[in-house]
């Protein structure tokens, strides 16, 4: 029998992967343990699906670690994560750096703590110039802010007069979008069980596959990627064409 790493195409592998790593807490909870066990756990997770996309050569993996709407959470829970943010990007820049994967972020960072804000700043400087794996963390982001935001940045420059109404286009937007720089997601996966997009990379994810798996995040591994992406080149991707101008181009 193949090796499951045997039976992905490597000539058909997502350019860019997106995972709202979700079902930490529930997880915690069938242990018996507080939401930021769940959390602390996932921090694994995050390692082993990382350095899995490095070994597949995966050009964008990006994460949706804090939402916009996290910040309602209860404080406690939100401090503990802002902590375990912090301590991460600490421990793990090096070895980010040593694998040759840049980090970079996208959302409201200013929010978030200076010391996280600090953590983060200097592990982009150490990374800037890797050319592996670009891994994109999502972080105070929501899809409506980010188009809301959009918006806003366009409107400033039809009043300063940079741009006229009518040149207002599909390409203008995105290059005032936080993923200006990043192709759109081929594939987008959630975990947890939940059957949502729960705001995260609402423009960019019009044409990407949506794969759902029961298994929350703190157990999500190596195996359980390489299945949603077996599972992504089982399918035809159309957009909006037929299956037989498909096979014809």
Same mark, same amino acid.
């Given at each position: 029998?193949?090796?499951?790493?045997?039976?992905?195409?490597?000539?058909?592998?997502?350019?860019?992967?997106?995972?709202?790593?979700?079902?930490?807490?529930?997880?915690?909870?069938?242990?018996? +343990?507080?939401?930021?066990?769940?959390?602390?756990?996932?921090?694994?997770?995050?390692?082993?699906?990382?350095?899995?996309?490095?070994?597949?050569?995966?050009?964008?993996?990006?994460?949706?670690?804090?939402?916009?709407?996290?910040?309602?959470?209860?404080?406690?829970?939100?401090?503990?994560?802002?902590?375990?943010?912090?301590?991460?990007?600490?421990?793990?820049?090096?070895?980010?750096? $040593?694998?040759?994967?840049?980090?970079?972020?996208?959302?409201?960072?200013? +929010?978030?703590?200076?010391?996280?804000? +600090?953590?983060?700043?200097?592990?982009?400087?150490?990374? $800037?110039?890797?050319?592996?794996?670009?891994?994109?963390?999502?972080?105070?982001?929501?899809?409506?802010?980010?188009?809301?935001?959009?918006? +806003? $940045?366009?409107? $400033?420059?039809?009043?300063?007069?940079?741009?006229?109404?009518?040149?207002?286009?599909?390409?203008?937007?995105?290059?005032?979008?936080?993923?200006?720089?990043?192709?759109?997601?081929?594939?987008?996966?959630?975990?947890?069980?939940?059957?949502?997009?729960?705001?995260?990379?609402?423009?960019?994810?019009?044409?990407?596959?949506?794969?759902?798996?029961?298994?929350?995040?703190?157990?999500?591994?190596?195996?359980?990627?390489?299945?949603?992406?077996?599972?992504?080149?089982?399918?035809?991707?159309?957009?909006?064409?037929?299956?037989?101008?498909?096979?014809?181009?």
């Amino acid at each position: 029998m193949l090796e499951q790493n045997e039976q992905i195409d490597t000539n058909r592998l997502p350019r860019h992967i997106a995972i709202i790593m979700d079902g930490n807490g529930r997880w915690a909870n069938e242990q018996g +343990k507080d939401r930021l066990y769940g959390h602390f756990h996932g921090v694994e997770s995050v390692r082993n699906i990382v350095e899995t996309c490095a070994e597949l050569k995966i050009g964008y993996l990006t994460l949706y670690a804090f939402s916009t709407e996290n910040w309602d959470r209860p404080e406690e829970e939100v401090a503990g994560l802002m902590e375990l943010l912090v301590s991460t990007i600490r421990n793990e820049v090096e070895t980010l750096h $040593k694998n040759n994967i840049r980090l970079s972020v996208i959302g409201e960072i200013e +929010k978030l703590p200076k010391q996280a804000c +600090k953590e983060l700043h200097e592990a982009f400087e150490i990374t $800037k110039n890797n050319t592996g794996l670009n891994l994109v963390m999502a972080l105070s982001y929501s899809g409506r802010w980010e188009l809301l935001n959009a918006v +806003k $940045k366009i409107a $400033k420059q039809v009043q300063a007069g940079s741009v006229d109404v009518e040149n207002i286009n599909m390409d203008l937007l995105q290059t005032n979008l936080e993923t200006a720089s990043i192709p759109d997601p081929e594939l987008m996966i959630r975990t947890g069980g939940e059957y949502r997009v729960s705001n995260f990379l609402l423009y960019q994810i019009a044409y990407s596959e949506l794969y759902f798996t029961d298994v929350h995040w703190p157990e999500f591994r190596k195996n359980n990627l390489i299945a949603a992406i077996i599972d992504y080149q089982q399918r035809e991707r159309r957009f909006g064409k037929t299956g037989l101008q498909v096979s014809q181009s």
